[in-house]
């Protein structure tokens, strides 16, 4: 059977299960942890708009005065201001104020000890109130941040709204902004939303009153990978009280066994000082085939209010050779790389882990061993699975196009630099430390000075380099900063925004020679999930090669300008896959590659794009913003897995289309040695593997469908092992005219979930395969259609894929009416 994308391979299930394994031995050593850190997901309350005060968060209601005004709705953590209205066609997404409120029950155990609010990321401004007192503040949506409670929570513990209003709960009140502010970052200009709300995880932890702010462990190993070293320090907070304090560390290996450790005592004091340094001999090294993690044990103090702190760290060497490729521990490793937004159907920037697993696990099931978080710090378990899943890391702050500010929003970058090099230091997985992106990009201010970008740019490397002088600093696209950071990618867009994608390897030999470091992230195209193509590759007719291959202001609008193929070409699936097909059979003959990395992983919401197929998103990933996989998924797995695997191209194309016994293309993506391709029960032969054979590596062939139904199988060996895949379609030869009429009909139920499909017809009957017309679904009575998701079969606007479009709803029998309209055509009514 074919390998689906949540089928792991079976070595890493085993490591997964193992890793699982040992956190759970982990949290059962020490159970004490588990009672300090408290996720704080329910009992909350928000509105979307401003308070005139925190009072109106925490004033009295009941008999008499049962006024809630406005009115508060229930959510969980984390949660999103923009979760639906970012994909909403009809409205701008709302950026402004929003305000939480929950209730607390503290109760610290620790004497004397602290109460802390950990935030994992907020958007974009935030304040924080116990009762009707500031407690803290932040800015800046996506690096970490903490605010001590102690106080405040004494304070109103005495007080009589204690017992009485709250009964002995302590009200937690929290306002987030995400208004627009051009003395901030991101800016508002760029190709995402800047999203509002606590939508990343916030945390309660008690911490004895001795206590680590920071533990930074740093790994080194040799290029031969025999000598190893870890250096560990401690950073303890401004409140610490000075004096001598005993501590213990402890080294375990991948496997649970402990390896070294050291007992002494420490001169507590305010700042970072030394804890201690291990030298070990061949260490298991770090890589993405091989993830191996020691794990690092702190104790400091003794007894009951003991602090105690366990850290992941892996050794490996990294080297971006001048002129050359990337070496992990001695050894050339292609970067196969993707991007990932922070973004998902129904929730925007609100993920919770077991999503953000999942899109990580899928990641490393489609072969990916790299990954550049664009364009902002992320969150801590995205970088924790790198770690364990064996992922290598660029991580960027969103500095990120409009220009530069004046010093505040200067002030905003280098602190944001400096709480992600510092917070993500112990994660073996990162490799780069992102400067920024797109700084060529004008707009916010009236001043564009390159000069004046030059010198920030130069500020925050030193900073960069002083912080971690281990790791590379990089930015894509700014080509005047290009000699300041390590590592540099240009703009290069072959076949998509510029040129033809026969061009790339031409361009990128190009670019490469101009800089000390190579590395290209950011290609590939756009695609609407379920458009297919008989002609993809028309568009590139119309382009005249040799022109560059890069992207310049206006080349994403869909109108005006020079001919591209993101304005001219069918945005189909069966383009896309070609595109990327292109340029990874390319990689494999590139010896001085560093690595590529494909933009992005997934589809995500954007405000720049309203034209798109699905209004306000950027459909350049090769999953949909629910974890749909595209075609293109399976191309990737093709080259980059190990894991044997077949896909038949065309598993969403319910109906091809052609002249009678004309011969058609049939492509299957694999990484087996040769495959043997069935069509309605006929062998057409087997045909070998070979990279350099486009399309789909040599596995493709020309075969005659019949007229109506048509099975087609392939079975495909590697050495002993046999996997195989099949699709069922229909096969028209039917020739159409325009879209005269449009039907609606139910196709399923399941789950509790009505799908209806709308499809167009010309005027004699014959439904319009390469129709592309703009359809809007709509409800009346009981029921709610599953709209506003970002996704081709969750969207009411939407443009049709070859002649049809569906929608999911929740229908009541009897008394639900969906419709559908086209410009141009008349409506259509489906009584449910």
């Known amino acids: 059977m074919k390998q689906k994308p949540h089928d792991l391979p079976t070595a890493t299930l085993c490591k997964m299960l193992l890793a699982l394994a040992w956190l759970v031995l982990l949290a059962c050593a020490h159970p004490a942890r588990a009672q300090r ?80 609010l950990h935030f994992e990321g907020a958007g974009q401004k935030t304040d924080v109130y116990i009762y009707t007192t500031k407690v803290g503040s932040h800015v800046g949506g996506y690096d970490e941040w903490t605010v001590d409670i102690t106080e405040a929570v004494a304070n109103f513990q005495k007080t009589e709204a204690y017992q009485k209003q709250f009964q002995g709960r302590v009200p937690l009140s929290i306002r ?154 001695g050894q050339r490793l292609l970067l196969r790389g993707t991007h990932r937004h922070e973004d998902h159907a129904g929730v925007a920037a609100a993920m ?130 290009k000699d300041i950071v390590d590592v540099y990618s240009p703009s290069i867009w072959a076949g998509w925004y510029r040129g033809i994608y026969t061009e790339y390897k031409e361009a990128s030999r190009k670019e490469f020679e101009g800089v000390k470091r190579f590395l290209h992230v950011e290609w590939g195209g756009d695609s609407h999930a379920g458009r297919h193509s008989e002609n993809p590759d028309n568009a590139l007719a ?18 005006g300008g020079s001919a591209r193929v993101s304005k001219d070409g069918d945005w189909s699936e069966t383009y896309l896959c070609n595109l990327v097909d292109w340029h990874l059979k390319e990689q494999e003959t590139m010896p001085w590659l560093s690595g590529a990395a494909y933009w992005p992983f997934k589809d995500f919401s954007t405000p720049v794009r309203p034209d798109n197929p699905v209004p306000y998103m950027n459909q350049k990933g090769v999953v949909e913003r629910d974890f749909t996989p595209k075609e293109a998924y399976y191309v990737f797995q093709s080259y980059w897995t ?90 028209q030869t039917q020739k159409w005219g325009k879209p005269a009429k449009l039907t609606l009909e139910k196709t399923a139920d399941a789950q509790g979930l009505t799908t209806v499909e709308a499809k167009l017809y010309d005027a004699q009957g014959v439904q319009c395969l390469d129709a592309a017309s703009w359809l809007e679904f709509s409800l009346a009575g009981a029921g709610q259609l599953l709209d506003d998701l970002g996704t081709s079969s969750g969207s009411r606007k939407v443009q049709a894929y070859n002649g049809r479009a569906i929608i999911r709803l929740q229908a009541t029998p009897g008394q639900t009416t969906v419709a559908v309209q086209s410009p141009g055509l008349p409506a259509v009514l489906l009584a449910l």
């Not at 109106?56 to 969980?76: D, I, K, Q, T």
């Not at 997985?429 to 920024?436: P, Q």
């Not at 916010?444 to 600093?473: C, G, V, W």
């Not at 075969?703 to 048509?710: E, K, T």
């Open 37 to 116: 850190r408290q996720r704080l997901i329910t009992d909350w309350e928000f509105v979307r708009q401003d308070l005139g005060g925190v009072w109106e968060a925490v004033r009295p209601v009941g008999p008499g005065n049962p006024e809630s005004v406005p009115l508060w709705e229930r959510v969980a953590l984390p949660h999103c201001f923009n979760a639906r209205d970012a994909v909403d066609p009809a409205v701008n997404y709302y950026q402004g104020p929003g305000w939480y409120r929950t209730q607390l029950a503290v109760q610290n155990p620790y004497a004397q000890g602290r109460t802390l």
């Open 176 to 329: 987030c902004d995400n208004s627009r502010d051009l003395e901030m970052i991101p800016s508002d200009l760029s190709d995402f939303n800047v999203y509002g709300g606590l939508y990343r995880y916030l945390n309660l932890e008690y911490q004895p009153a001795l206590a680590l702010s920071r533990l930074s462990a740093k790994a080194e190993v040799d290029k031969a990978g025999k000598a190893g070293t870890l250096t560990l320090k401690a950073t303890f907070s401004e409140t610490i009280a000075a004096g001598p304090a005993p501590y213990s560390v402890r080294l375990l290996d991948p496997r649970g066994k402990p390896v070294a450790q050291f007992k002494g005592t420490i001169a507590t004091q305010a700042g970072e000082i030394n804890l201690h340094k291990f030298t070990v001999k061949s260490p298991r090294l770090w890589s993405p085939d091989v993830p191996q993690l020691y794990t690092v044990q702190v104790t400091v103090g003794t007894g009951a209010q003991a602090y105690e702190q366990s850290e992941k760290v892996g050794f490996r060497h990294i080297e971006f050779v001048e002129r050359g490729p990337f070496m992990l521990n």
């Open 352 to 481: 919770t882990e077991p999503m953000i697993r999942r899109e990580m696990t899928m990641m490393k099931q489609m072969g990916v061993n790299f990954i550049r978080l664009g364009h902002y710090q992320q969150s801590r378990i995205v970088l924790n699975l790198c770690d364990s899943l064996g992922i290598t890391v660029w991580e960027e702050i969103p500095w990120c196009r409009g220009g530069l500010g004046g010093p505040v929003y200067q002030a905003q970058a280098k602190r944001m630099l400096r709480n992600m090099i510092t917070q993500h230091y112990n994660h073996p997985s990162i490799i780069i430390w992102g400067l920024g992106n797109e700084n060529d990009w004008p707009g916010d201010f009236p001043e564009f000075d390159k000069q004046k970008i030059r010198a920030f740019m130069t500020e925050l490397n030193d900073l960069s380099h002083q912080l971690d002088a281990s790791r590379y600093t990089a930015i894509r696209r700014c080509d005047f900063c």
């Open 542 to 559: 119309k382009i005249t090669a040799g022109k560059g291959a890069d992207e310049r202001s206006g080349d994403a609008s869909l109108f």
């Open 642 to 731: 190990a894991q044997p695997m077949a896909h038949i191209y065309g598993h969403g194309w319910p109906v091809r289309w052609g002249d009678e016994g004309e011969l058609k293309m049939v492509k299957v993506y694999s990484n087996c040695l040769e495959a043997e391709l069935f069509v309605n029960g006929k062998s057409y032969g087997v045909r070998k593997r070979n990279s350099q054979d486009f399309p789909a590596a040599g596995l493709h062939w020309n075969v005659p469908f019949v007229a109506g139904q048509n099975q087609v199988r392939v079975v495909a060996k590697q050495g002993k092992q046999t996997v195989q895949d099949d699709i069922s379609f229909r096969y």
